[in-house]
């Protein structure tokens, strides 16, 4: 089945400064990737995702790049702020939407200090 | 408020023993998927079910079922409750279209403790 590592497992940046977190995938056959974000004690919320036919999209501060040959994608935030902090979870998924396996990272806790 | 809704929010229960976690979805949700997060641990994928049948199935034991009914709510079953189990149970749902995943839209969770 689908493999999912993440890297870091903690990070801890500046305000201001940017993060980044990176996740790679052993199915070929995935073809969406999606970054969630939670808050301690909350439940996980999409902040992003893409699917396989993109290469990068982008959000106001956040951004995620997709190599689907070297099979890994990226999470990049930008001027990080302290509401930022929380664990971030990539994943991906095969299969179509009504049979599919989304599968997660084990998580970065992100920590933005001032 | 995600629209997902998870009973009950907490369960204290003793190793072998049996508990059911329910869940509704988002109103016109057909996509109901189970997972497990246990203290400072990743989202471990149990399963998904579509519109009433399995679709997925992830390292769910066998200890554990689920089903998801005609009204749509779905119920996971955990049985001869080990110390182990002691974990989150998240319920999400989704929209589901016939091409992608869609956002998952995650309920409150059930934090279960065995004891």
């Known amino acids: 089945g689908e493999n999912v590592e993440q890297h870091p497992s903690t990070l801890s940046v500046q305000e201001g400064d940017s993060a980044v977190i990176k996740c790679t995938y052993s199915d070929s056959a995935s073809n969406y990737f999606p970054w969630y974000k939670q808050e301690l004690g909350k439940r996980p919320q999409l902040i992003i995702d893409?699917?396989?036919?993109?290469g990068e999209k982008k959000d106001q501060r956040i951004a995620v790049t997709l190599n689907k040959t070297a099979k890994h994608f990226s999470l990049h935030i930008t001027e990080t702020q302290p509401e930022d902090s929380a664990v971030y979870f990539c994943?991906?998924?095969?299969?179509?939407?009504?049979?599919?396996?989304?599968?997660f990272g084990t998580g970065t806790r992100l920590q933005v200090t001032l | 408020d995600s629209g997902v809704t998870q009973t009950p929010k907490h369960l204290i229960t003793a190793t072998g023993q049996r508990v059911t976690l329910r869940c509704s979805p988002r109103?016109?949700?057909?996509?109901v998927y189970w997972y497990q997060q246990s203290l400072d641990q990743g989202l471990q994928f149990l399963i998904h079910?579509?519109?009433?049948?399995?679709?997925a199935k992830g390292n769910i034991l066998e200890r554990f079922s689920a089903q998801q009914f005609p009204d749509l709510h779905s119920e996971l079953n955990l049985s001869s409750l080990e110390l182990g189990d002691s974990a989150l149970y998240f319920c999400a749902s989704s929209v589901t279209s016939g091409g992608y995943t869609g956002e998952l839209f995650f309920g409150e969770g059930s934090r279960l403790t065995v004891l």
């Open positions: 994943a991906a998924s095969m299969g179509t939407g009504t049979a599919s396996k989304l599968t």
């Open positions: 109103s016109g949700d057909l996509s």
């Open positions: 893409i699917r396989s036919n993109v």
């Open positions: 079910y579509y519109n009433g049948e399995e679709r």
